[in-house]
C-alpha cells in the first residue's frame, strides 16, 4: 500500500490518551481532575472578585495578583474541553486545527504565567529596596503596561508555532501521550524534517523561561541584600514574610516545569503514565494552589473570603 503524507492540503486528526496502558479503566481519573479544576476556577474567580470589591487592594502587587488568577483561569479552561472528553466521554479524537489552537493557549498562558511571576518579583523588589519610590516607579500606567506587553510578548512567540507544525507531512498514527495538545508531544509526530522547529522551540523556552528564571532569582538576591542590612531580625522577617506568597506561586509554577523536562530527558524509561502524572502536575496544581496560598497569606483577602463564605464579620 503506498504511504498517504497528511500535509497542508490534507491535515490529520489527532488521538488523544489519558493515562497510557489503562484507558479502560481511567474514568476515575476524572474524580481527581474534577475537584481540581472546580478549586482552580472558583478559588481564582473569587480572587478576582475580592480584588475587584475590596478597594484597599487596588495597588500594584494584587493587579499583578489579578492578572496571575485571570492567567490560570485561562490555564484551566485552555485543557478543560479535552481532558472532560477524553476521561469522562471516551473521545478521544482532535481536528489538527483545534489541537493547533488548544497548544497555542496552552503555551501561552505558560509563556505569560512566567511573565507575571517576573513582574510580581520586580513589585517586591520595588516595595522593599526603594519604598519611597514604589507609588512613583509602579503607577497604573506603567501596570498595564507591563501587562500588555507580557501579552505582545507570548503571542509574537507563539504565533509561528502552529505554522511551523502545518507545513510538515505526518503520515504516522498520530496519537499523543496526553488528553491536550502540546508541542513537544506534537513535535515528534511529522514524517519531515523538524529541526527548523527544535531550533524555535529552543529558542522561545531559552529567552521566556531561561531569562524570566534568572531575572526573577536576581530580583531576590538584591532583596536578600537589602533585607540583611536591616538592623532587626523581627523587621527582616517582617519583610521577608511579604515575599512568601510570590516564593511559593515561582516554586510551585519551576518545580514541576524542571520535573516534566528532566523526566522527558532522562526518564525516557520510565513507564509512559509517568509522563502523563507529571505533565498533570505542571498544568492542573499552579492554577489550583495560587488562589489557596494568597488567600492564606493575605489578611485581606482572606477577611473578605471568610465573609463571603461564612457570611461573618473578622
Known sequence: MEDNPHNGSGLPPFTLTGLPGMETSQHWMFLLLGPLYTVSIVGNALILFIIKEEH??????????????????GVSFSTLPTVLATYCFQLKEISFDSCMAQMFFIHFFSFMESGILLAMSFDRYVAICNPLRYATVLTDARVIYMGTSLIIRGFCMLFPLPFLLKRLPFCKANILSHAYCLHPDLIRLPCGDITINNIFGLFTVVSVFGLDSALILLSYVLILHSVLAIASQEERLKT??????HICAVLIFYVPMVGVSMTARYGRHAPKYVHTLMSLVYLFVPPMLNPVIYSIKTKEIRRRLHKILLGAKF
Not at 487592594?57 to 483561569?73: A, E, G, I, R, T
Not at 521577608?240 to 506568597?245: I, K, Q, R
Request: hydrophobic share 40%; proline share 4%.
Open 56 to 73: 484597599s487592594l487596588h495597588q500594584p502587587m494584587y493587579y499583578f495578583l489579578s492578572l496571575l488568577s485571570m492567567n490560570d483561569l
Open 240 to 245: 521577608l514574610n511579604t515575599c512568601v506568597s
